[in-house]
């Protein structure tokens, strides 16, 4: 039973435009959210987390939404440049970290 | 430079050989983890350490076992290999438990 849902497994954007990821989570206990970038032949890699007591955390180009009600947070990259292809995953914890099954993201230049 | 270091990037086994994982991070940190990756389930937790000599089960322990006799090295045991076992092998290590730094892979096949 995977307690963090991916539902898109692929997204395409042209390059400059919004990239939207989304991630649903079904394990209340949860108070930590990351996203994790990862590249062909290589581990994943952190890129961003959001606290439970936020709704919002930025980084540069990358904007984490948390919805708690919801069980819902959401990773937009503006603008996306085609060094952001790659497959990001969604991760949440409770002191173990469980993943989402990935979003294969592609930006066309 | 941070390292995660996992000994092997392509493995290929029998069906019923005992296979060895190894990793080993430089950073000294007390976390180690091992997940493996598969299309459509993403990453999942087999097992996990926050100390030498501790180990506890993630969600999908069966079939596989782990040591970790040094800070510095977890390795992860397949007892007799199964088809079922081949996959990507992701080995991490944190200091602090949500973030993780992740080794290359080992890429398993089991045949």
């Known amino acids: 039973d995977q307690q963090v849902k991916q539902n898109s497994p692929s997204l395409s954007v042209q390059e400059g435009r919004i990239s939207i990821l989304n991630c649903d989570y079904t394990n209340s206990m949860f108070d930590y959210f990351l996203w994790y970038k990862k590249y062909p032949a290589e581990g994943p890699t952190f890129l961003i987390s959001?606290?439970?007591?936020?709704d919002k955390n930025e980084d540069g180009r990358f904007t984490v939404f948390l919805n708690k009600s919801a069980k819902h947070l959401s990773l937009h990259i503006v603008p996306s440049q085609p060094g952001d292809s790659a497959v990001y995953f969604c991760a949440a914890s409770a002191g173990d970290m469980r993943f989402g099954a990935g979003t294969r993201l592609t930006v066309k230049p | 430079d941070v390292k995660v270091t996992q000994s092997s990037r392509y493995l290929v086994k029998r069906t019923g050989e005992k296979v060895f994982l190894e990793c080993v991070q430089d950073?000294?940190?007390?976390?180690m983890f091992w997940y493996r990756q598969d299309p459509g389930l993403g990453l999942r937790l087999i097992y996990f350490s926050y100390d030498v000599k501790m180990k506890e089960k993630g969600d999908i322990p069966e079939g596989y076992s782990v040591s970790r006799e040094k800070k510095e090295r977890f390795s992860l045991i397949l007892e007799s290999a199964s088809t079922n076992q081949t996959s990507m092998y992701l080995c991490?290590?944190?200091?602090?438990?949500?973030?993780?730094?992740f080794g290359s892979g080992t890429q398993l096949s089991v045949l």
């Open positions: 959001i606290s439970s007591i936020k």
């Open positions: 950073m000294d940190h007390e976390n």
């Open positions: 991490a290590s944190s200091l602090i438990r949500e973030k993780l730094f």
